[in-house]
């Protein structure tokens, strides 16, 4: 979506940057609202600080929305082949030694470096 807010309207989580299929959903919507949450109670006005929560928060969503190449075609196939296919290579993913492969190929390290505001410490000294 170009922008998560309309009026006192905004969108967290899935409804303003879903994922898909790349398992980051809850983690954003947790940093989202804590973002959100931090940015109202920081700036007391509601545009000023829906403005902000996208500024912070669209660098990670675009990251976590970047998709491993193939990666829809494995999850969603077409066919009968395919689905059995991928019913069978899912089935190893539970093996320690091929989760930890799977996880080094999938994950994105944008992703991963979130640094999250202290808000805790911008509220006291106002």
Known sequence: MDRWSKGRVILVGDAGYSTG???????LAFIGAY???????????????????????????????????????????????????RNTLLSFAARPA????IKRLTESKAAEKVTLPDYETTLVQQ
């Open 35 to 85: 973002i959100l949450a931090g940015e109202i109670g920081r700036h007391q006005d509601h545009t000023k600080a829906f403005i902000q929560y996208e500024t912070l928060m669209r660098p990670y969503v675009t990251a976590a929305q970047e998709m491993t190449p193939g990666s829809i075609r494995l999850f969603m196939p077409k066919t009968r082949t395919a689905i059995a296919l």
């Open 21 to 27: 299929v790349s398992g980051r959903g809850t983690t």
């Open 98 to 101: 091929v989760a930890g492969l």
